[in-house]
């Protein structure tokens, strides 16, 4: 026995040298365990049987279907979270996690796979800590079994206590229909994890493969969803059941490809062109997040002087207000490096979000875009919008706003669609935000439209007007046939009109916009603005929770 | 200022400039004026025109179209009159809305710039009716020197060497055809009012012959409103250059040195300098004093240009006379210390020329380059328009003039000729002012716009220019296969991956600096050594970095390359220090996938640097498969359709004209890539195009 034993032990220090992978500590501990409990000799030793279980976890579901990951283009598990962590800094959690089904044959040996079908555990971006879980298509498609659905759970549950943001690379191919209900109610615990953090810590999502089914509504809860052109896709039910049902004739990449949810269906937030770019892509996005809702939006070291003239923008505004600009333009002008990381760039793009950082501080910009559709509200634009203004607000992020608003989008599709309910949303959004607002209007802001782009009524905190603005109830044009209806001499009318309200002063002289600045002094001018309201406190009365339009 | 007062006699001058003209000025002088002006001051010609006018006390107005509004020259005029909408013929080009602009000023003077109004012999002579003085020649000589064909024959006259050719107005292309053949091939077809390469073609058979009568009448109609079409004998391989005149009212004239403009592109100037490396005394003198006797024999008054064309035995032939200040005048004013502007105001109001012949010196050396929004990669040039999004003039630099009429924010329209400014060097030496052209190219900061920087910095160190070897086909001739850009030697190579490189660590390693207190303690990645994988121009190559405060070492295929500098990731310089040399680069791109695009030596390289991980998982990425563009014909340039010769269905052959796109006056010819069916078309005469819109698609 002795004997044994001492063997034994030699065997595991021999397995210690050559292996890496286990500290001193571990070699200790189990030395310890062999000693006491004595294993028989045809037992394979714990050590062993740890190293192979590593293995096992690290090539997932084996070289073959490795291979044939990379031959669709993407890459495994594993090799995503190397990439999109600092090196060496991923802990990983619950290597040695299986599913615990025993029907249809799977608690056979060659069905478990340690880690099953997910990778899970904490690193570092650019330093700061993440929690992050991979689904690894190469184990049973990616699916999600109640094991799955465990290790998903315990890294969310510890992001939320300690404050660090949520990452998680879908790449599943649904539910484990082998485990039936206990799948199901994975996905429940993890929605559940998706509401009670939405708010605490920011959650991204970047769908990297398909993602169907149930298994969609874990990145609709997410704060982003990005995803991967070509090789991801988002659905509910595939084409396949959507031909027994509608009979309707549809490709995957037509019902739920990257193009279709950035530009159409306006449930992903941005597309990268594989896997390598969306997580580099990612890395950058990630620091403009603050990690969780107790932290203030980041700083960073800034070399963009803080007090640069932008006399570019001096000009930007054409004289015709009928005439169309980009917004763009004054964005980029205004930020940082001209550095803006744009959200649905391609969806409802009369209005432009995004995150950037002013003198080194991530802010959250809403602009109206007057180059599509001359910039006006409808839904989409306004869903857009207020997603985006409440993100900002909840994570402490200022929300800078550009205005040029001819109003709401007229028309029966608008009404029928329910523009007053989904315009109040925007409205509620920048209503309720306590992050410092600052708000410039460039041109246009006419009407109700006026009122929901973070006006002075709203709580703006500072709110300018460049010389070309024109804060009215409606264009010259429709008022004139309105207050002088019937009258001759329309164009004399029109021309009282537009000297008395075509121009900043009738909201400066009532204090509704606290200065007029030159253009090209608007950086300068929100930089230090930004400073001073770094401090600023403001909180709404107490309720359970507000209840916004939905 | 007291000479320059003693000239006043006007109390207000009109600025009839189009867009163009507003890109000259007569700003800086450099060295010899800068007493006069402030040699940091940016002023654009007619910028320089309104400063001329105020220190002799003269009040400027300056007409605009409406799409300039705003331009600088505007601001700077004391009176401002919009004459009309953004197309010329409804603005600068509306001589009713300019005299009415007049009268409504009560300006007692015209200054008309160059182009447009400036050689119009109409409006001289209505100015005259009113009582207007035109600061320029009297009607009689722009109208015997506008008209090309009645210029020979003065020319002629007055023993000036000429050019064989047919004098007289062409009816039709079959008696284009006829001519020329008398003439006997090459033949250069131009149109009669013209200037500028607008309207010029040349022809080396019979059909080009019939194609080039039909294209420079239409574009002679279109930019001088007259498409009458001469005929001569094309010289092959000259040189092109001018001699600058200055005439007073009272017979006395002077010829200012030679410019040398062979640079040319589509018989448009690129790099220009003064004086030539070709010329001798004698051949000068000659030239001068043809010059000088042609302007005599036109009671020539003002400031002009006589152009002519040398053949590399010297023999010079006159081409034409511009009675206008022509762009390219600062580097006369460079050499000869003189103010050209001044002269002419001076010359209209009456006064004698100051000067003798043996006043005028050649000091120095002066080079000129015509920056343009310009793609140079498509035929050395064509235009692109955008916003200035950035916008720096290397102004920082000593002996450095840049004359533009723009500023950053400011709109590059289809309207108008796409110049952007005239960048101006001077040294003692050609070599010391090329070598100053070099640097302040490379510190020039354009974004927004395509342009020719890379180009111009190719020209400039290129051995047949730097030796003066030189003819109007150097494009042509050193640039068989079109403009491809600077062509990196394996050095240079290793300096621009080493700067990526280091480009790339220094963003990493700031990306990891967050400010202020945190609750969540950063650990950063850090590292002193990386191993970076950077590809350019699909090579692809392994790089080892290690850094040491500001200065990384780099090292490539065993070769180490010391860089270092300020590394300011927010300036658009990038001013380093490769293995102890001094460069300027400028970083065009930078993104979160590692794609770095600089400008080095004038042309812009991307790059893309990857950690060697990402590098090796990139390898399994799916190649995105490019459009075929043999079957889809894009727009190369924003402008408007003129003509669409297809419709659906119809068979095209390969070569065959599919439709005419116009930019910037020019007209362009599109043509099918392959011999096909043609599937759809997208376009229709009258419609504005931007670049890279679908206009046919074929089969």
Redesign the interface.
């Known amino acids: 026995m002795v004997d044994i034993s001492t063997d034994y032990i030699y065997q595991v220090r021999l397995t210690t040298h050559i292996s890496a992978v286990i500290g001193s500590l571990t070699h200790a501990l189990f030395t310890n365990r062999v000693n006491a409990r004595g294993y028989s000799v045809n037992h394979p030793s714990v050590q062993e049987r740890i190293e192979k279980k590593r293995q096992a976890a690290l090539t997932g579901g084996g070289q073959l279907r490795i291979a044939a990951q990379?031959k669709?283009?993407?890459?495994t598990a594993r090799?995503r979270l190397?990439?999109l962590l600092?090196?060496?800094?991923f802990v990983e959690y619950d290597m040695f996690v299986e599913h615990r089904c025993s029907d249809f044959g799977m608690e056979a040996d060659h069905n478990k796979y340690p880690g099953d079908s997910v990778v899970t555990g904490q690193g570092?971006i650019?330093?700061?800590?993440v929690y992050v879980f991979s689904q690894d298509f190469t184990v049973f498609g990616g699916s999600l079994s109640g094991a799955h659905a465990q290790k998903i759970c315990k890294i969310m549950d510890q992001a939320m206590m300690?404050?660090?943001p949520v990452i998680g690379l879908n790449d599943s191919g649904g539910a484990r229909i082998q485990e039936g209900v206990e799948s199901l109610a994975g996905y429940a615990d993890i929605f559940l994890r998706n509401v009670m953090s939405s708010g605490v810590v920011p959650q991204i999502s970047l769908i990297m493969g398909p993602c169907a089914g149930g298994a969609v509504y874990s990145p609709a809860l997410t704060d982003f969803t990005f995803m991967v052109k070509?090789?991801s896709y988002l659905f509910i039910t595939g084409p396949d059941v959507v031909k027994s049902v509608t009979n309707e004739d549809v490709s995957q990449e037509e019902l739920g490809g990257a193009k279709t949810h950035t530009t159409v269906s306006g449930v992903a937030h941005r597309a990268f062109?594989?896997?390598?770019?969306a997580l580099?892509?990612l890395?950058?996005?990630f620091?403009f997040l603050p990690?969780?809702n107790?932290?203030?939006a980041?700083?960073?070291?800034?070399?963009?002087?803080r007090d640069r003239l932008?006399?570019?923008?001096?000009?930007?505004v054409p004289?015709e207000s009928t005439k169309a600009y980009?917004m763009l333009?004054i964005v980029?002008?205004v930020l940082?490096?001209?550095e803006f990381f744009e959200i649905m760039p391609n969806y409802a793009k009369n209005i432009v979000v995004g995150f950037a950082r002013m003198n080194?501080r991530t802010v959250g910009i809403v602009g109206n875009q007057p180059k599509v559709a001359s910039g006006c509200l409808d839904i989409n634009s306004s869903v857009k919008g207020a997603r985006f203004v409440r993100f900002c607000d909840a994570f402490n992020i200022p929300i800078i706003t550009f205005v040029d608003v001819p109003g709401f989008l007229p028309g029966t599709a608008q009404e029928y669609g329910g523009i007053i309910r989904h315009g109040a949303k925007l409205l509620y959004a920048f209503a309720e935000a306590t992050v410092p607002k600052i708000t410039v209007i460039t041109r246009k802001a006419y009407g109700g439209a006026y009122d929901v782009m973070s006006s002075k009524h709203l709580r703006g905190d500072v709110n300018y007007a460049w010389p070309s603005a024109e804060v009215a109830v409606m264009g010259a044009k429709g008022a004139v046939q309105i207050i002088f209806r019937g009258k001759e001499n329309q164009a004399e009318a029109e021309a009282e009109y537009v000297e008395k309200f075509a121009n900043p002063f009738p909201a400066a002289v009532r204090g509704f916009v606290d200065d007029i600045i030159q253009p090209s002094t608007t950086r300068k001018r929100i930089c230090r603005d930004l400073e001073v309201l770094a401090s600023k406190k403001q909180t709404n009365p107490w309720k359970k929770h507000a209840n916004i339009p939905l | 200022m007291a000479a320059y007062r003693s000239a006043a006699g006007f109390q207000r001058v009109l600025l009839a400039f189009k867009h163009v003209c507003l890109k000259q000025r007569c700003g800086v002088i450099i060295c010899r004026y800068s007493t006069v002006y402030d040699p940091n001051e940016k002023v654009s010609l007619i910028i320089g025109v309104i400063k001329t006018c105020k220190k002799m006390g003269i009040k400027t107005v300056a007409v605009h179209s409406d799409v300039d509004s705003s331009a600088v020259h505007v601001k700077m005029a004391d009176e401002a009159v919009c004459v009309g909408p953004a197309p010329t013929s409804k603005s600068y080009l509306n001589m009713d809305a300019i005299m009415n602009a007049v009268k409504q000023t009560g300006a007692q003077a015209v200054h008309p710039g160059y182009g447009f109004l400036s050689e119009n012999k109409e409006f001289a002579k209505r100015l005259a009716a009113e009582g207007v003085t035109f600061i320029g020649p009297d009607t009689h000589a722009i109208q015997a020197m506008g008209d090309k064909i009645e210029s020979k024959l003065i020319a002629k006259a007055a023993k000036v060497n000429t050019i064989p050719g047919f004098d007289g107005v062409v009816k039709d292309a079959e008696e284009a055809v006829k001519i020329a053949g008398e003439i006997g091939y090459p033949v250069m077809i131009k149109a009669s009012a013209g200037g500028g390469g607008k309207g010029m073609r040349i022809s080396w058979n019979d059909e080009e012959t019939r194609e080039g009568f039909r294209f420079s009448s239409q574009e002679a109609a279109s930019s001088f409103g007259d498409d009458r079409l001469l005929i001569e004998k094309f010289i092959d391989n000259p040189r092109h250059i001018e001699i600058q005149v200055l005439a007073d009212k009272h017979g006395n004239a002077l010829w200012l040195n030679e410019r040398e403009c062979s640079i040319q592109r589509r018989n448009q100037k690129v790099v220009e300098e003064a004086p030539s490396t070709f010329l001798d005394p004698d051949t000068r003198r000659a030239m001068g004093e043809q010059a000088v006797s042609l302007a005599k024999a036109v009671k020539y008054s003002s400031a002009g240009t006589v152009e002519f064309l040398v053949d590399s035995q010297k023999n010079f032939y006159f081409l034409e006379m511009n009675t206008r200040l022509q762009v390219e005048h600062p580097i006369t004013e460079c050499i000869t210390g003189l103010d050209l502007v001044h002269q002419m105001i001076r010359i209209a109001k009456g006064y004698k020329l100051q000067q003798k012949q043996s006043d005028i010196p050649i000091n120095g050396w002066a080079i000129e380059s015509r920056v343009y929004a310009e793609d140079p990669y498509k035929s050395f040039g064509l235009p692109s328009i955008g916003r200035l999004s950035q916008y720096q003039e290397p102004l920082n630099l000593p002996n450095v003039r840049v004359d533009s009429g723009i500023q950053e924010g400011s709109d590059i329209s289809i309207y108008y000729d796409p110049m952007i400014s005239k960048l101006v060097t001077y040294g003692k030496t050609r070599e010391e002012a090329l070598k100053k052209m070099e640097e302040a190219l490379d510190n020039y900061v354009i974004r927004g716009v395509t342009h020719n920087i890379p180009l111009l910095r190719e020209i400039i160190v290129h051995p047949r220019f730097v030796s003066g070897d030189i003819s109007t086909k150097f494009l042509p001739e050193v640039y068989p296969d079109g403009f491809k850009g600077h062509m990196l030697t394996a050095g240079e190579r290793r300096e621009l991956l080493a700067t990526a490189a280091a480009l790339y660590v220094a963003a990493q390693l700031r990306s990891q600096k967050f400010l202020g207190d945190l609750r969540v303690s950063i650990v950063p990645a850090e590292s002193r050594q990386w191993e970076l994988c950077v590809e350019l121009d699909k090579g692809v190559h392994m790089l080892g970095v290690s850094r040491a405060g500001n200065n990384y070492t780099v090292e490539i295929d065993g070769e180490k390359v010391e860089v270092s500098g300020e590394w300011n990731l927010a300036s658009a310089l990038l001013p380093i220090t490769i293995n102890g040399k001094h460069r300027n680069l400028q970083c065009l791109l930078r993104t979160a996938a590692g794609e770095i695009t600089l400008q080095y030596l004038g042309t812009s390289f991307k790059l893309r640097v990857l950690s060697k991980l990402a590098a090796y998982l990139s390898k399994h990425m799916p190649e995105k498969i490019p459009e075929d563009t043999s079957s889809i014909l894009r727009s190369p340039m924003p402008g408007s359709v003129v003509a669409v010769s297809v419709k659906p269905g119809d068979n095209v052959a390969e070569g065959q004209e599919i439709c005419v796109i116009e930019a910037m006056k020019m007209q362009n010819s599109m043509t099918a890539a392959k011999t096909a069916k043609v599937k759809s078309v997208h376009c229709k005469a009258g419609d504005t195009v931007g670049e890279g819109d679908l206009l046919v698609e074929l089969e």
């Open positions: 990379h669709r283009g993407k890459l090799e190397e990439l600092d090196p060496d800094s570092r650019n330093g700061r800590l300690v404050g660090a070509d090789t062109e594989n896997d390598v770019d580099l892509n890395r950058d996005f620091n990690l969780s107790k932290d203030p980041p700083v960073t070291e800034c070399h963009d002087p932008v006399p570019g923008l001096d000009t930007v004289f980009d333009d980029h002008g940082d490096e001209r080194g």
